[in-house]
């Protein structure tokens, strides 16, 4: 009798242990979600590094509202990308055509659709309950 494993134990550990399961998948959405979508030290377009010595480019996108952190070749192209919006932009770059335009604009409508859902209130809801319980508990 004393191999007798109790039915409530059991399905205790197995609540637990679904518990870790679900918290573990809830640290991996928000760590997903900031490892590739915000880090500082790549380009948000093409995810080429960017070295620390950027004050220069930095300086520029900012003087000239570009809302990504790029690298100087992607903020060449989204700024080409506005002019030719607007009916301008470097003609030179001929293969900056309807394809390459359309692609930009892909590139920036996803971009809104993930600030969008890290908005959400089921995003913040995740957040909050992560800061309440914490990491090990």
Same mark, same amino acid.
């Given at each position: 009798m004393a191999n007798i494993i109790s039915f409530e134990d059991k399905k205790g550990l197995a609540e637990e242990k679904q518990a870790?399961?679900? /918290?573990?998948?809830?640290?991996? &959405?928000?760590r997903k979600v900031f490892q590739c979508t915000h880090c500082a030290l790549k380009c948000e377009k093409c995810g080429s590094q960017i070295s620390g010595d950027q004050s220069k480019t930095d300086l520029y996108q900012? /003087?000239?509202n570009v809302p990504y952190n790029f690298c100087d070749e992607c903020s060449e192209e989204y700024l080409d990308y506005i002019e030719r919006? /607007?009916? &301008?932009?470097?003609?030179?770059?001929?293969?900056h055509n309807e394809a390459w335009i359309d692609a930009w604009k892909r590139w920036i409508d996803y971009q809104g659709s993930v600030d969008r859902y890290l908005k959400s209130r089921e995003f913040?809801?995740?957040l909050n309950e992560l800061k309440q319980t914490g990491p090990d508990e």
């Open positions: 870790s399961l679900t /918290k573990m998948r809830k640290f991996q &959405a928000v900012r /003087k000239l919006l /607007k009916g &301008a932009g470097d003609l030179d770059c001929y293969w913040k809801q995740l």
